[in-house]
């Protein structure tokens, strides 16, 4: 069986991501009763050696949804790493344990380095401020579901967008779709990368960028919101300053268009108000149950689970 | 006077040229062979600005060693791409060949971001491609970020 690694949207071309998309699509035709014996007998690693909620525990629920088992940690402290132990010995001991690894880990490149060294397939769940396929995949697949198509769409990033791993993968990901013009709307102290604008397409791909969110509400098919990260800032004035740069509620989307969807990896702290969850334009909820499809498509890709 | 008339550096007989070298670049080359360990009390002879036809002017290093290792040359290629090196058996060239960096770099350069794994797993060797040579810019393997070699501190 070929070892099928999840580590970078940079490795992955349309095609690739079309099979995720594809998989997941028909997981969803599968009731619930009949996912429960494909990955039987199989162990999925969980190493989580930052905080997660919806990322771990929708990998676990994924896994045992197809009839897996789980093994794990939730945090470093609960560790050898914590006694000094090397994160390579640490993953070399727990392939002898598991059929997977799923990492996520506060410094960038560890599940990179995790696959060169270990025989199992190892999935990213997050590294540092890196990437974060898994979200991205369920948030193309959302994006699919609502829109039929990833082509042609005015997407507009808000927030932090120096640090935000879901926005760096997401926009990789939507380049490679054609997707051509976005908007960016941030503080100045946290916009988008310049490495991340150099990507090399055979089509133009221009940047608005903007420090206002009403500019994006009346241009956007989506608003992909995210949260102001506390935990990224290296000095904690910094994020004083720019930590409620933006706060969208129900009556600021009066100029949006019908179809205008919001998402969100999530958490939100203050930058969706709770107003907007009514609204027919909150898609966030809806990337939270599709993520949980997502990562039992990504599952039973990598066990190359024929569905 | 013209610069051709003047006695360029001595002849070697038994060494390593590196030469069409653009004019200021040489100076760093210099720094290279002075960290190579296998290099050391060996004779250098460094001339700057020479004329040359290729280049407008140029800088020229003769070492007095029948070989340099991979890495220093390897070193020498993201330094200055396209110098050549010639190595010489009894006063005459046996060998010439113009040096480009290789695509992967494998543990010859530090990377600048703090975060990655790189800098912070003990043993674990850096690795970069070259995502765009003529801008001389490199992609870290692991955190995929992109910098200018010069950015970067190389690994003796």
Redo the contacts between chains.
Sequence with gaps: MKKHDLISMHDLTVDDIQIYLNTAARVEEIPLKDRFTLLQGKIMASLFFEASTRTRLSFEAAMYRLGGNVIGFAEQAATSISKGESFSDTIHTVENYADVIVIRHPKEGTSRHAAQISYLPVINAGDGTNQHPTQTLLDLYTIVKSFKKIEGLRIAFVGDLKYSRTVHSLLQALIKFRVNEFMLVSPDSLCLPEYLKRIETDFPVTFVETRHLEDAIPYADIIYMTRIQRERFPDQIEYEKVKDSYCLNAKMLKVAQNTLKILHPLPRVNEIAPDVDETPHAEYFQQVKNGLIMRQAILLYVFEVQL | MSNKKIQMIPKIECGIVIDHIPAGDGIRILEILQRDPGLKNVPITFGMNYQSNKLGTKDMLKIQKEDLCERTIQHISLVSPGVTIKRIRNFEVVEKVSIQPPIDLINLLKCL?P????Q?????KTHFVLSDPENKRVT???????FFINELSPII
């Design positions: 971001n975060g990655c794994i790189s912070n797993e003990p043993g674990l870290c393997v692991y955190c995929e970020r992109e």
